[in-house]
């Protein structure tokens, strides 16, 4: 498997126990710097396959995060690499303030204080949050503003790889276009998963297709969108009525 990807996976399968298989031999790469879309309808796998990235969920094959390979001992290395935004910030963000939770990685480890917090403020610089929200409870925050707490609370630690998970619920079309364009500032690959085509065509110009757990098309975006039998092939779109 070449190293010079961000991200690869070889023949990545995961069951739930006594609910079936949920992911089964899904293989791809990406590229450093590259945008991909991981779509599919509800229940597709692409939750499931996130998790298994990061080593939550034990899966079966492969997982690479540059040249790291995912397995017993690597499981912090692979993490600090390959950072998982969850689709619902609440999950995210825990601690009594803002500034407490983006500090927090650089903290565990083992960084001072004052490194750990100018650490906090470039990556709350680069993600948008205002500073004067640090000092904030997370519950105050807006949903676009606890979003990019969120961002700035894994983005700390300088991933090479941004797993996002529905990145746009909870958000307006304000909050949606503010995300889009943090997400295109940043220098790391992301793979977003995500419902929401609109967004997906800001930000991608691939897409991976999930149906049952199975990845069914490794595409360009734009031929997939302007291809509406397929879309609705995989569950990406309805049929209109007449």
């Not at 397995?71 to 009594?96: C, K, V, W, Y």
């Not at 997370?138 to 996002?164: C, D, F, N, Y």
Request: with cysteine.
């Amino acid at each position: 498997m070449a190293v010079t990807s961000a991200l690869s996976i070889e023949n990545l399968s995961y069951s739930y126990p006594n609910a079936g298989t949920a992911i089964e031999n899904v293989s791809f790469s990406i590229a450093s710097g590259e945008r991909v879309a991981l779509l599919g309808a509800n229940g597709a796998g692409k939750s499931t396959l996130l998790w298994c990235l990061v080593g939550v969920l034990p899966a079966q094959g492969r997982v690479w995060v540059g040249g790291t390979l995912l397995g017993h001992g690597t499981e912090r290395e692979i993490r600090r690499n390959l950072a998982l935004a969850f689709s619902e910030p609440d999950d995210q963000l825990f601690m009594l303030t803002v500034e407490r939770d983006v500090t927090f990685g650089p903290l565990a480890a083992g960084d001072d204080l004052e490194t750990a917090n100018e650490k906090a403020l470039r990556a709350a610089a680069e993600v948008g949050l205002r500073t004067e929200l640090m000092q904030r409870p997370p519950h105050e925050l807006s949903s676009g503003e606890k979003r990019r707490a969120a961002l700035a609370a894994i983005l700390v630690s300088g991933p090479k790889v941004l797993a996002l998970d529905e990145p746009t619920n909870s958000l307006d079309a304000p909050g949606r276009q503010a995300l889009a364009e943090t997400l295109a500032g940043l220098d790391c690959a992301q793979l977003i998963a995500t419902h929401d085509l609109g967004f997906a065509s800001q930000l991608c110009t691939r897409a991976l297709v999930m149906v049952e757990g199975r990845l069914v098309d490794d595409t360009d975006l734009s031929d997939l969108l302007a291809d509406r039998e397929r879309l609705i092939q995989y569950g990406l779109a309805t049929e209109s009525r007449a």
